[in-house]
Nanobody
Framework: QVQLVESGGRYVQAGGSLRLSCAAS????????MGWFRQAPGKEREFVAA????????YYADSVKGRFTISRDKVTNTVYLQMNSLKPEDTAVYYC????????????????WGQGTQVTVSS
């Protein structure tokens, strides 16, 4: 069974940086795509970024392109989301997700989810 555990969320001021981590276990992830999603209060869960485990190809939502970077460490089975130039509108619970197959931007495409980590950006 795939397990995903996020960490790194906290309170930060606008313009600051955070790095989220997602520790993945329970599978060999070579054929998987790992994604980050976020959900703000009263809003639907939205795609942030995704990375192919095998070749490290990446895909970003337009709202975070140029500010966020997704990466993965094959040795530790960890996926990272480096977030720079944070804005108040980035405030949300951030979720790590996994799917077997290629990059996809919809939450329904992902079978496995972590519990989420709260990111709060103050103005």
């Amino acid at each position: 069974q795939v397990q995903l555990v996020e960490s790194g969320g906290r309170y930060v001021q606008a313009g600051g940086s955070l790095r989220l981590s997602c520790a993945a276990s329970g599978r060999t992830f070579s054929s998987y795509t790992m994604g980050w999603f976020r959900q703000a209060p009263g809003k639907e869960r939205e795609f942030v970024a995704a990375i192919s485990w095998s070749d490290s190809s990446t895909y970003y939502a337009d709202s975070v392109k140029g500010r966020f970077t997704i990466s993965r460490d094959k040795v530790t089975n960890t996926v990272y989301l480096q977030m720079n130039s944070l804005k108040p509108e980035d405030t949300a619970v951030y979720y790590c997700a996994a799917r077997r197959g290629g990059i996809a931007p919809m939450p329904l495409d992902y079978a496995y989810w972590g519990q989420g980590t709260q990111v709060t950006v103050s103005s």
